[in-house]
């Protein structure tokens, strides 16, 4: 009891109705709180609590770094994974660079678009371009990722 | 017979083998200060170059936001110009040049012409590759060297040995060989379908004449410069070495349009289009010129009675066969690369080891190339090469894999 009114009166000071509008109202309006994360691996994970997937896909920098993708091989549908695990490669001419399971869970969904357009992966590395789809065991694994200013700290 | 050129990419490759953080490891290890610049260092940089280290030197990977697929392309369809002046050149005087020459390696020196090139190949005692070279005759008695900046240190010190060796001997009294290493000039080569229009825009020097494997002193914009046919793409084109002062008004002037700065990511892919080996991936001192497919290098008259260093373990290779063999193959599904194992498809014993491999952008398939136990080195052999932890069907496969297009006269 003492918590909560001493955490309502510290808002009350930095005016609540301002602060993190997002956090607050998300849930309400519409049940889901989407939330990206990334590695210092360069992939980033966008979870949906609603579905409890995360999208994997690799990041805009890791992207423009690897040059022109020509390949991309991804994991098996069912496959279940646990958090560093190998679960695929992106191919450019120059390098083979493995993607790495960011977050544990079964894989849900693979982007088949890939085999055929492999080059989505340059246009729209964390869009269009995304990888797999990981039902997620352990959300709290989120927690550990990066944020994204963090993410850009680690190799700016 | 091709004439081509090798340096060791090692550096870029080595970011094909770990993960998505590798590249900007590797981009960033080696400190600058530690890394040799050519003379055109600053020209590359103003022209938005990404510098890696390379062989000890900080070299350009690419220009600007050109891709390597583009840069690649660009080569293959229009032309491009490469820094190559981290490579090692030195000339070689003397009476008895010739013979020296022919005792450092297993070519057919004497009877080249003046003015003409081969590739060749340095050999240690055991008849092991030290390193590939481009060797140009001038005369009996003056040749122009070209090796690899990777492999510097170690030629460096063997041309000196040998040398001291053979000035102490009979042969050094008749007329001792003298070294003169090029230090500091430059070497730019011109490469792709429109590098002779381009060149003879600026020359009066008629380069039809000029055929693949020849060279000549060519008069550029007042200069007068080594001008080789030849390069490492398996294009059409030319090698340029040029006096230290004038390297970066040279290279001005051969990038302009339609020429194209290119770096070392596209001269990885389009060297192993072409089926050149690149040394410390494709030949090393283990590997004898008979298993690394370059018996052709050998003079024909050399074969039997060449009296040149390492050549009982080449001998010994000719007649009873390699062991092993370098070899191409096209990969399917994913592309093999530096390091990956080639398997015998039925009862999964080792064959050997895959040395170079890229998706290519020219064919679209994943070729590669690497050493089979002898027996299986044969055109259409099917193996099963390992990449990431699955076996994937390959094929032996005859190189260059993109057919050379290289000015052999009207």
């Known amino acids: 009891m003492q918590a909560i009114l001493r955490q309502a009166r510290a808002s009350g000071l930095s005016r609540p109705q301002l602060a993190r509008p997002g956090v607050l109202r998300a849930p309400l309006l519409s049940r889901t709180l989407v939330t990206k994360r990334y590695t210092v691996e360069h992939e980033a994970v966008e979870y949906d609590d609603a579905t409890g997937l995360g999208i994997v896909c690799i990041t805009d920098h890791a992207q423009s770094s690897l040059g022109d993708v020509v390949f991309v091989e991804l994991p098996v549908v069912g496959t279940e994974v646990h958090k560093g695990d190998q679960i695929g490669a992106v191919e450019s001419v120059k390098a083979a660079s493995d993607i790495y399971a960011p977050v544990s869970g079964t894989i849900e969904e693979v982007n088949e678009e890939l085999a055929s ?18 039902k997620m065991s352990e959300p709290t694994e989120m927690e550990k990722l990066l944020t994204e200013e963090a993410y850009k700290d680690s190799w700016a | 017979m091709a004439i081509w050129r090798s340096c060791s990419l090692r550096t870029s490759l080595a970011l094909g083998k770990t993960s998505l953080h590798a590249p900007f490891r590797a981009l960033a290890t080696a400190a600058p200060s530690e890394l040799k610049k050519t003379g055109l260092y600053d020209f590359h940089v103003s ?16 220009y600007g936001d050109v891709g390597q697929v583009a840069s690649h392309n660009h080569v293959r369809t229009s032309a491009g110009l490469f820094d190559v002046g981290h490579m090692v050149q030195s000339m070689f005087r003397g009476s008895t040049a010739t013979a020296f020459l022919e005792w450092l390696t297993p070519s057919s020196l004497s009877s080249l012409s003046p003015y003409s090139s081969t590739l060749s190949v340095l050999l240690n005692e055991r008849g092991g590759i030290i390193d590939d070279t481009i060797i140009t005759k001038h005369a009996e008695d003056a040749f122009y060297v070209v090796t690899n900046a990777g492999r510097r240190v170690r030629d460096l010190a063997w041309f000196a040995e040998r040398l001291a060796e053979w000035n102490a001997g009979d042969a050094g009294a008749k007329g001792p060989v003298e070294m003169e290493l090029l230090e500091d000039w430059g070497l730019l080569a011109l490469q792709g379908p429109e590098a002779a229009a381009y060149l003879q825009s600026l020359t009066s020097y008629d380069l039809k004449t000029l055929t693949f494997g020849k060279s000549a002193f060519v008069p550029i914009e007042g200069l007068n410069l080594h001008v080789a046919r030849g390069g490492y793409t398996g294009e059409d084109g030319f090698e340029i070495s040029i006096p230290p002062s004038q390297t970066v008004q040279v290279a001005e002037l051969l990038s302009k349009a339609p020429v194209q700065l290119t770096g070392l990511g596209a001269r990885d892919s389009l060297r192993l289009e072409a089926g050149m080996c690149l040394y410390g991936n494709d030949l090393d001192e283990d590997t004898s010129p008979v298993e690394g497919g370059l018996t052709w290098v050998i003079g024909k008259e050399r074969k039997e009675s060449g009296t040149f260093i390492g050549a ?99």
Request: proline fraction near 11%; charge should be positive.
């Open chain 1, 117 to 134: 357009q492999p080059g989505l992966l340059n246009k729209s590395p964390e869009a269009q371009g995304w990888l797999c789809k990981i």
């Open chain 2, 47 to 62: 022209n938005g170059a990404k510098m890696v280290p390379f062989a000890g030197y900080s070299m350009p990977l690419s």
């Open chain 2, 312 to 410: 009982e373990g080449v001998r010994q290779h000719l007649k009873d066969g390699p062991p092993r063999r370098r070899v191409g193959f096209i990969v399917e599904g994913a592309p093999a690369r530096q390091g990956a194992k080639i398997f015998d498809p039925s009862t999964k014993e080792p064959l050997g080891t895959v040395t170079s491999g890229i998706p290519s952008p020219t064919l679209g398939k994943n070729i590669a190339m690497g050493y089979v136990l002898s027996g299986w080195h044969k055109k259409g052999t099917a193996v099963e090469i390992e990449v990431r932890g699955k076996m994937r069907t390959a094929a032996v496969t005859p190189m260059p894999f993109v057919k050379p297009k290289y000015w052999r006269g009207a």
